[in-house]
C-alpha cells in the first residue's frame, strides 16, 4: 500500500491534492515500490530556504529536497518531500503552464530521487528529465520540464 501524506504550509497557490497522490502512486508502482508511507510538505520561499539552509547547508531557496528516511532491512519505503509551492507559480508563470504541473515536477523530481536517479551530470540530469517529462506527460499534466525545448 502506498500512502501520501501532505501537509500544506503555503495555501496561496491552488493544491489538488487527490492528483499529486494519484502521482506519487504512480510513480511508485512504476518502479515497484509496493509499499511506502510518502510524505510532502508544501512550503513558500522563506521556509525553503531555512530548510536547505538546515539540511544541505545551501543558502537561498530551492524547488524540492528529498529525504530517503528507509531502512534497508524493510521493503516499506519511507520518503519525504519538501516542495516550494511560491517558486512552483513564479515558474510556472515564466514558463508558460500551470503552477499545479511546476509543482507535480517537483514532488516527481524529488520521487526520481529517492529511487535512485541523479542529476550531478549532464547525461544523469538529462536522463533524469526525460523521465520526469514522460511521467507527467502520461498523467496529463504535459511535458513540463520540457527537456528538448530546455536544449534546443
Known sequence: MITVRITKHYRTVPIDTARLRTLVKAVCERFEVREAVVSIGIVNDKEMAEFNMRFLRHE??????????????????????????????????????????????????????????????????????????EILHHLGYGLVYNTDARSG
Open 60 to 133: 537561498g531557496t530551492t524547488d524540492c529536497i528529498s529525504f530517503d528516511l528507509s531502512d534497508d532491512q524493510e521493503d516499506a519505503k519511507l520518503f519525504d518531500l519538501i516542495v516550494n509551492a511560491e517558486l512552483a507559480a513564479r515558474e510556472a508563470a515564466r514558463r508558460g503552464h500551470g503552477a499545479d504541473a511546476e509543482l507535480a515536477l517537483y514532488v516527481t523530481h524529488g520521487l526520481l530521487h529517492n529511487l535512485g536517479f541523479d542529476d550531478g551530470t549532464p547525461a544523469q540530469a538529462g536522463k533524469m528529465h526525460r523521465m520526469e517529462d
